[in-house]
Nanobody, 121 residues
Framework: QVQLVESGGGSVQAGGSLRLSCAAT????????MGWYRQPPGKQRELVAS???????NYADSVKGRVTISRDNAKKTVYLQMNSLKSEDTAVYYCNAAVRVSAWRGENNYWGQGTQVTVSS
């Protein structure tokens, strides 16, 4: 059973920083893309950033220059460093990973439980 365990959310004032972590646990053969999504109150879930196993990254325009995604493949962990936070960054942040549990099975998509980030102005 694959699980994504998130940590690092919380409350911060505008202009502050937070670092989110997400560790994948369980029977894992390989992890392809890992990413962070967020769901602001009353809105749909949206991509924040993603990173491939080779380190290629992709960012939403709204966070470019303020957010950095990174991963430690050995630890099966993805990080999201968020700086210069704004009130509009307030959301529940979800970790996502495309995981293969064995060499002869395809990828499945897994989600973390979500962690709240609240930015006060």
């Amino acid at each position: 059973q694959v699980q994504l365990v998130e940590s690092g959310g919380g409350s911060v004032q505008a202009g502050g920083s937070l670092r989110l972590s997400c560790a994948a646990t369980g029977s894992i053969f390989s992890i392809n893309v890992m990413g962070w999504y967020r769901q602001p109150p009353g809105k749909q879930r949206e991509l924040v950033a993603s990173i491939t196993s080779g380190g290629n990254t992709n960012y939403a325009d709204s966070v470019k220059g303020r957010v950095t995604i990174s991963r430690d493949n050995a630890k099966k962990t993805v990080y999201l460093q968020m700086n210069s936070l704004k009130s509009e960054d307030t959301a529940v942040y979800y970790c996502n990973a495309a995981v293969r549990v064995s060499a002869w099975r395809g990828e499945n998509n897994y989600w973390g439980q979500g962690t709240q980030v609240t930015v006060s102005s």
